[in-house]
Each structure stands twice: as C-alpha cells, then as structure tokens.
C-alpha cells in the first residue's frame, strides 16, 4: 500500500436536487438549495441567503478535478451542518437523513476509491437516531456518521443522548462531530465571528462535555473525531485538569480530563503548523486526521498543508495524519485503496 496516500477526512457535499422541504412543509426555516448559476447557488432559510457556495459542493466531477490538482486520493463525504435540522419533527428529519444519506452513499459507490461516505441522522429523536445510523451504515455502506456539536441546545452529555452513543459503541460506528448552532451567535452578529471565534468554542464545549461525561469509561470501543482541531480544547485542557482536581464532587470518571483527550481524535484544521504541533504534543500523532473543510471559503488549501512543514515528524508519521489515520479511525481495510 502506498504509504503517501492522502485523504480529506473533512469535506462537504450536498445533492444538486436537494429536498425543498421548507416547499413541502410549508416552513421556511428548512435549508433549501436556490441555484443561482451553473456553477453555483446558495442555500437559503427564512427567505434569508444563509451561505453561497459554488458547484464543488454537488458536481462530482468538479470535486474530482480540485482532487487531482490538490494531490489528494481520497475525501471523505459528509453533508453540509446546516441540513442537520436537529429542531424539526423528527419524523420530517428523518425523511431528510434518508434523502441525504443515500445521496452520498450513491456517490462514494459510483467512486469507490475516490470517496468514503458518513451519513447524518435525526438526533432529535434517539431512537429515530440509532435505526438510521443502523441502516446508513450497514444497508447502505457508509463508514461513519456526523453530528452536531450539541442538540437544541443540549450538550453532547445529556442523558437523553446516551443510549446514542452507546449503540455506536457497540455497532462499532466511527461519528464526526461538527460545530453547528453555536453557543453565543446572538452575541456574534458581525465580521463572520461565528465561524471564527464561535465554531471553534462550541467545538471545545461539544468535546469537554463527552470529555467529563464518564462515558469513554463505559463505552471503551467508541471512536469520535472532532471537526477543526478540537476548537479551543487543545489550549483549555490544563484548565479542565485543573477543576477535575480541586472539585472531586463533579467527577464521573475515574482520570482527568487530559487521559481522556487522548482518546478521542481531531482533524488537522489549524492553519498554523505550530497549533498543528501544539495538538501532536497534546493528544499524539496517532489522533490527528488531515481535513480541509473542501468546498468552503474557510478550507485549508490542500488538506494537511501544515503537516509538511513538520520537520521533527518522520515520513512515517507524516503518513499517518495525511491518510492513514482516517483509514484507521473508519476501520477501513487500508489494501483496497492501493
């Protein structure tokens, strides 16, 4: 196996003939796809543009293109956080789960060594949740599942979300989480603060909560990644630790939040190869995974960018965080992408 290989592990895809359920249901605040050229669209709620993006959000072709010119093997497809919906019926959710999680399932099938799916679910309702993780996964072929950093409001350690987690502990499912209604937008209205102050704390928060839960104790087989290098939790651990010793009556687990961290992995997405080398320091090179954020504005250009510029890493190391750490992460039989 070619120990080069590169895979996006943190990219966007949405279908050109995406659901208008806002149409359907006759509500507005469903993510709906107006296209505004060939070559681009933007997605609208309220009535309101809440993002414009180009054709490499749908056109495979596209994607493939800036694949091969960008070096990389192999992205790894999730759809666009927005879409998530975790405030609707579930029922209407779930009908936009299935919609997108076949979607891109016919995608990574037509392109089996270009593209590996994750799937979404309605995880507004858990039951609805783990029966469509099921059958994304084990019908359809998907290798994973993303979600939402928190759910209308509830961190990722409430109790109504447990049995979640504990049915991808035992299905051996690999989740991504990613930020979306972010703590505090109302407070963050101008200069696009909410992507670049806002995402990263809502990631931090998302990942202290799973962090202080006691559930990696309990659930020893789950896997999770956390989108854009953790957030801020690289740089808050030391304080975690810190309140983990002076108040014992919080603790539900048996080490301090650090031994945990260690546990759990993060995507390259730092931009600055000395963050980058803050988070090998912090959670080891085995737990990094190169991610760009492909197609937004935002992305990293190309996946892993800082990793080369690493010059205490060996080859072998280097290897892992561009590709074969996310092969791993997804349990995915390394050989078949030769």
Not at 205 to 218: N, R, W
Not at 281 to 307: C, H, N, T, W
Request: hydrophobic share 35%; proline share 5%; with cysteine.
């Amino acid at each position: 196996m070619q120990s080069n290989l590169k895979v996006d592990f943190h990219t966007h895809i949405i279908s050109e003939e995406f659901l208008n359920l806002a149409e359907k249901y006759h509500d507005e605040r469903w993510p709906t796809l107006e296209k505004t050229c060939d070559c681009g669209a933007n997605i609208m709620i309220k009535g309101k543009n809440f993002r414009e993006i180009t054709d490499q959000a749908w056109s495979t072709e596209k994607r493939l293109q800036d694949m091969d010119e960008e070096g990389i093997d192999i992205q790894v497809l999730s759809p666009i956080p927005v879409t998530f919906s975790y405030w609707s019926d579930p029922d209407k959710g779930l009908e936009l789960a299935k919609f997108q999680n076949d979607f891109i399932a016919s995608i990574a099938n037509e392109h089996p060594k270009r593209f590996i799916g994750l799937g979404t679910v309605p995880l507004q309702d858990t039951d609805l949740a783990i029966k469509e993780m099921d059958r994304a996964v084990n019908e359809l072929g998907l290798k994973g599942i993303q979600i939402g950093s928190n759910v209308n409001g509830k961190n990722l350690d409430d109790e109504s979300l447990e049995r979640f987690f504990k049915a991808a502990n035992e299905l051996n499912v690999p989740l991504f989480v990613h930020p979306w209604e972010t703590l505090g937008k109302e407070r963050m209205p101008r200069q696009n603060l909410m992507y670049m102050v806002g995402m990263p704390s809502e990631t931090a928060l998302a990942a202290g909560s799973i962090i202080m839960s006691g559930m990696l104790d309990k659930y020893t087989n789950l896997k999770i990644c956390f989108a854009h290098g953790g957030g801020s939790l690289p740089y808050l651990l030391p304080r975690m630790d810190q309140g983990w010793e002076v108040w014992p009556h919080i603790r539900k687990t048996e080490k301090p939040p650090s031994h945990y961290a260690k546990l759990l992995y993060y995507d390259s997405l730092v931009y600055d190869e000395r963050n980058l080398q803050f988070m090998i320091d912090r959670f080891g090179v085995d737990q990094i995974i190169a991610g760009s954020d492909y197609p937004f504005l935002l992305r990293e250009v190309p996946s892993g960018k800082g990793v080369d510029k690493l010059t205490n890493l060996d080859e072998m190391e280097k290897a892992k965080i561009h590709g074969l750490n996310a092969l791993s992460f997804l349990d995915l039989d390394k050989e078949q992408y030769v």
